[in-house]
């Protein structure tokens, strides 16, 4: 141990591991998920620290064990992650376990922030606008989906980088701010918002059905005036909730996908729905 | 056919191998880091992400091989909505659209199937590719211990470059099955389909337009809360009643959000309390 000049990673130490963390997720797998990615991670973090022997060996196997979190926010882990095996290059006093407890304990609720976050509200609302301008024909459709890219680059980068600045003090100001629970209420928001948007504007269903038809002209009762008068896109909605309601009930959503199709040609062949 | 097979693959795939896995070969090699390469990494990753992601880019590029965009933007943005609710979460592996929309595109534009036709065959082709990825997370778990074994040695080398095969073999996973899909699988779609008959390939065709209903119902069942529910519907309303459009949907609701998050009781709290303490 050095006190006057602690070991430091190196500038293209941190370069290569942010490298790495975009190649973490590759060994994803059902045994130990993606601990074999941790690993990689940390390994130019122990050659700039010049750790060697045994001391890698053991280092390297400490990063071996079951780690899963979500694929973006993980970098901030591993940015903490990279801190402390730093501190432990410089005062070996600090144990290995504390590093992985500490990585153990983060895996969860990081991944419940990056889940709703990201894929919960983010993805989606990029997704469905750009799918929704895709449908019709506007190629801008096409270039808004690369945002999902930059959110990619932007979000793993930065937060690798603040881990490894504020270490684990981070934790702690991400839970006592609650900058990261009104990003996350407020993107809930929005993407309930365009849903309730796109299912009135994508599902186009309705029923040429009339009722008490006479020969006639302009007799009977048509079943979408009645539907309309109550509200328009009702149909809409009840497609939606039938199928909200199948999946609840944990029904594959390729078997509600089936069970959609059967149902449209079966209503659409009987002249029901048009 | 192969020829185009090829292409496609190139385009939605393949290029991977100089953009993103040959950098990280020769940083791995070499053993040094390099700022450039990783940023070149760092692009392709991206690039990669979003067409892993939003199946409108592999169906559009699909498209621009086959010389019809407006039919991989129609096709891409049909699946892409089919399936906006699905993700990873945890360890399991969903059914994924991106082998379905290059196919589908191909087989729209190269068997002038109609879309509705075409997107039936979603179902099969995202379970097999399902299958597939199933099969692959299995077979890693073989390279997670030869993992051990290299750190075991201290060998970061190994650890770097078994990583990159990984990355590598998931590149394959995807365009493999994209050539061979065009080159052997076209043709036979296009009998299957020629026998389809008129009721079955109109009601397929009105099928696709309620399809995005599983999408969101998906996303709803992940998302919705009785906190958030009153927000669909006010959307919901918005659509129907002022037929505004999608962008401005994202404007309604970020203004509703701006309004929420101040007005809701627990942020609030804290607000009052950082002004407390300046």
Known sequence: ?274 | MWMKAFLVALVTGLWQLVLYQLPMLIMALTKKESKFLTWVVLIARGLSDSANYAVVIPAVLTGLVLGDIRTGLFVGGTIQLMFIGVFIVGASVPPNPYLAAILSTAIVILTKASPGEAIALVVPISVVTQFLTNGFMSLNVFLTHWGDRMAAKGDTQGIDLLNILDGTGWMFLNTIPTFLGIGAGVGVAAKLLSVIPEWLSNGLGYTSGVLPALGFGMLLLMIASSEFWPFFFLGFLAAVYLKINAVSGVVLGIAIALIYVRLKPEFNKMAVKKEESL
């Open chain 1, 1 to 274: 141990m050095n006190a006057e000049n602690p070991k430091k990673i190196s500038k293209l130490g941190l370069y290569g591991a942010i490298w790495r963390i975009n190649n973490f997720a590759s060994n994803y797998n059902f045994e130990r998920l993606m601990a074999l990615g941790m690993c990689e991670v940390m390994v130019p973090v122990f050659r700039s620290l010049g750790i060697t022997g045994d001391k890698l060996r053991e280092g390297l196997q400490r990063h071996l064990v079951f780690y899963n979190t979500h694929p973006y926010f993980c970098a901030m882990i591993m940015g903490i992650m990279a801190a402390m095996e730093e501190s432990k290059a410089n005062d070996d006093s600090l144990p290995g376990e504390t590093i992985n407890d500490f990585k153990v304990a983060m895996m969860g609720p990081f991944a419940g922030m990056g889940d709703s976050l990201f894929w919960g509200t983010v993805h989606p609302i990029i997704l469905t606008i750009s799918a929704y301008m895709a449908v019709k024909y506007n190629i801008l459709g096409f270039f808004l989906c690369f945002l999902i890219g930059v959110i990619a680059i932007l979000g793993t980068y930065y937060p690798f980088l603040w881990g490894y600045k504020y270490g684990t003090n981070i934790v702690e100001q991400i839970r006592t701010s609650q900058l990261l629970a009104q990003l996350t209420t407020g993107a809930k928001v929005v993407a309930m918002t365009v849903v309730g948007v796109m299912i009135g504007l994508l599902i186009h269903i309705s029923t040429p059905v009339v009722l008490f038809q006479t020969t006639e002209k302009g007799s009977g009762v048509a079943i979408q005036g009645i539907l309309d008068g109550i509200m328009p896109g009702l149909l809409s909605l009840g497609v939606l909730f039938l199928v909200y309601w199948l999946l609840r009930r944990k029904i594959s959503p390729l078997v509600v996908m089936l069970i959609l199709m059967v149902l449209t040609v079966a209503l659409k062949t009987l002249g029901w729905i048009g």
